[in-house]
């Protein structure tokens, strides 16, 4: 069973995240990050190898495109906040980019 992070569990999974680009969502418990590509057909190519990951993994991000732009916002609704599923899937997300 997935649980939401603890105050001991959040550092050392999110701060290498924040490293990468990864904020905190204001006004929620949840983490945020803006991919920028070459053109849509990068953007889309991203969010469809993604969308394998999440699949695979039962656990699916909130996120927008808009030309060449992704946007996603990750938590575990859940367990009400960001759980290590969270984190999984932002360090593959990052991945995926390069």
Not at 26 to 41: H, L, Q
Request: proline fraction near 3%; hydrophobic fraction near 40%.
């Amino acid at each position: 069973m997935t649980e939401k992070l603890s105050d001991e569990t959040r550092g050392p999974l999110l701060e290498p995240l924040f490293a990468t680009g990864w904020e905190l969502e204001t006004g929620r418990d949840a983490i945020r990050k803006t991919y920028e590509f070459a053109d849509f057909v990068e953007a889309f190519a991203f969010m469809t190898k993604a969308a394998i990951w999440a699949e695979k993994w039962n656990h699916h991000p909130e996120w927008s495109n808009i030309y060449n732009k992704v946007t996603v916002v990750l938590t575990t609704h859940d367990v009400g906040g960001v759980s290590s599923l969270d984190a999984k899937l932002a360090r593959k997300m990052d991945g995926l980019t390069s």
